[in-house]
Nanobody, 114 residues
Framework: QVQLVESGGGLVQAGGSLRLSCAASGSIFSINGMGWYRQAPGKQREVVAVITNGGSRNYVDSVKGRFTISRDNAKRMMYLQMNNLKPEDTAVYYC????????WGQGTLVTVSS
């Protein structure tokens, strides 16, 4: 099973930007759906962005127009560009397969201050 490692989180002021990266231990060519999830304190984990091998993208309404998901199968990487960050985006962000997630990594913490 491919292992996924997230990075790129940090502390940013509201309105700022961050780019998250997800590195896969093996090939992701055969994995159609991949996505970014997040879990805010006291809340359930949710899917925020999904991308397929065909390039189809979907976003949860709260991040539409601000977040952009991308993937580079040759580099075994997936990314999440987050712009105009808001305090409500504060969460631990995870990458995983969609719709059925595999083993969870440690995630990367994004903290947005007001």
């Amino acid at each position: 099973q491919v292992q996924l490692v997230e990075s790129g989180g940090g502390l940013v002021q509201a309105g700022g930007s961050l780019r998250l990266s997800c590195a896969a231990s093996g090939s992701i060519f055969s994995i159609n759906g991949m996505g970014w999830y997040r879990q805010a304190p006291g809340k359930q984990r949710e899917v925020v962005a999904v991308i397929t091998n065909g390039g189809s993208r979907n976003y949860v309404d709260s991040v539409k127009g601000r977040f952009t998901i991308s993937r580079d199968n040759a580099k075994r990487m997936m990314y999440l560009q987050m712009n105009n960050l808001k305090p409500e985006d504060t969460a631990v962000y995870y990458c995983n397969t969609v719709p059925v997630p595999g083993v969870w990594g440690q995630g990367t913490l994004v903290t947005v201050s007001s």
